[in-house]
T-cell receptor, first 113, second 117 residues
Framework: DAGVIQSPRHEVTEMGQEVTLRCKPI?????LFWYRQTMMRGLELLIY????????DSGMPEDRFSAKMPNASFSTLKIQPSEPRDSAVYFC???????????FGSGTQLSVL | AQKITQTQPGMFVQEKEAVTLDCTYD???????LFWYKQPSSGEMIFLIY??????QNATEGRYSLNFQKARKSANLVISASQLGDSAMYFC??????????????FGPGTRLSVLP
């Protein structure tokens, strides 16, 4: 069984550029979460999808961040324009109907110069 | 208000000794779940153990056990016979329902455990 797949593993970009992070949840899981992890703020929930529908995006820092889930097997997190303070590890995680545990992807290490 | 509190930013334990990592939580949802995850220096998030709010017995998974004290809203992780490979960041997390729109997972700030040889 493939786990949650995130790409890219590492992204280095310059300030002002658009960044797109990708996530493929585990097949059959209908809940998908995007988290951001920094030393200062720990693990923060950015947005949560249930059955491809965004349920709670109150954690999205600002309008520069957007997330989509066009189908049950794919989600994107986009930052446009990127800023140095966006540098962090971004995790995608999925679960089945919110029951049981969260399965995490390997994360994307984003560095904005 | 913090939903998950982990009061120990860092802990040290001697190899082969047991260690307890503290976690307290806050929720008004009667049906919730508590989790512990391990994050080694490589960065991945590894599930360790789960406790449901209605579970009568404390959860155990190998060397990991969860000391669940519901009235005190406490869910401490106990690692027995510590190994050098247990050195990592440990996160306590809670799943709770949200206004009939599914559920939310919230994480504590983490405790960094260092196992000494």
């Amino acid at each position: 069984d493939a786990g949650v797949i995130q790409s890219p593993r590492h992204e280095v970009t310059e300030m002002g550029q658009e960044v797109t992070l990708r996530c493929k949840p585990i097949s059959g899981h209908n809940s998908l979460f995007w988290y951001r992890q920094t030393m200062m703020r720990g693990l923060e929930l950015l947005i949560y999808f249930n059955n491809n529908v965004p349920i709670d995006d109150s954690g999205m820092p600002e309008d520069r961040f957007s997330a989509k889930m066009p189908n049950a097997s794919f989600s994107t997190l986009k930052i446009q324009p990127s800023e140095p303070r966006d540098s962090a590890v971004y995790f995608c995680a999925s679960s089945f109907r919110g029951m049981g545990k969260l399965f995490f992807g390997s994360g994307t290490q984003l560095s904005v110069l | 208000a913090q939903k998950i509190t982990q009061t120990q930013p860092g802990m040290f334990v001697q190899e082969k000794e047991a260690v307890t990592l503290d976690c307290t939580y806050d929720t008004s949802d009667p049906s919730y779940g508590l989790f512990w995850y391990k994050q080694p220096s490589s960065g991945e998030m590894i599930f360790l153990i789960y406790q449901g709010s209605y579970d009568q017995q404390n959860a155990t998974e190998g060397r990991y056990s969860l000391n669940f004290q519901k009235a005190r809203k406490s869910a401490n992780l106990v690692i027995s016979a510590s190994q050098l490979g247990d050195s990592a960041m440990y996160f306590c997390a809670m799943r709770e329902r949200r206004d009939n729109y599914g559920q939310n997972f919230v994480f504590g700030p983490g405790t960094r455990l260092s196992v000494l040889p």
